[in-house]
């Protein structure tokens, strides 16, 4: 009889502390390419240094967060990276749509970069 007493206090406990957390999923979409899903795209908790990578429909979720602020850095090569700030509750899922647009480079920033690269660079060196 003390067995199923010890054993059902344990389930209960263990049901009980499982309840205080909450969750967070999204999908990451492609601003330009009508919010085409981005493949393994690089989602980051700040405040936690918890990441994950989207699956091949855009999908991500972190799981047993506690209750409170946090910000999703999301990322992904050739796009802008985006910061996000949520709010997770006790026994919630927070669901999230975020969308990534194209880096750009202007036409200035890749002339001086090209120019940077034709200029012949001499070092001095004073003894």
């Known amino acids: 009889m003390k ?3 010890y054993t059902a206090l344990f389930f209960i406990s263990a049901l009980s502390f499982a309840q205080n957390t909450g969750s967070i999923s999204g999908n990451l979409l492609d ?4 919010n085409y899903p981005l493949m393994f795209a690089r989602v980051l908790i700040k405040e936690t240094g918890a990441e994950v990578l989207s699956d091949e429909k855009g999908l991500f979720k972190f799981e047993n967060l506690s209750d409170g602020g946090y910000t999703l850095v999301s990322s992904f090569v ?3 990276t985006k910061e996000s700030k ?4 006790s ?3 927070t669901t999230l749509k975020i969308t990534l647009e ?3 480079i202007s036409l ?4 001086f970069t090209i120019a940077s690269i034709d200029t012949p ?3 001095t060196i004073n003894n």
């Open 102 to 104: 194209p880096s750009t």
């Open 86 to 89: 949520i709010k997770v509750e």
């Open 121 to 123: 660079q001499t070092s």
């Open 31 to 34: 601003f330009e390419s009508n």
């Open 108 to 111: 200035d920033d890749l002339i």
């Open 78 to 80: 050739g796009y802008d």
């Open 3 to 5: 067995h199923i007493f």
């Open 91 to 93: 026994n919630k899922t």
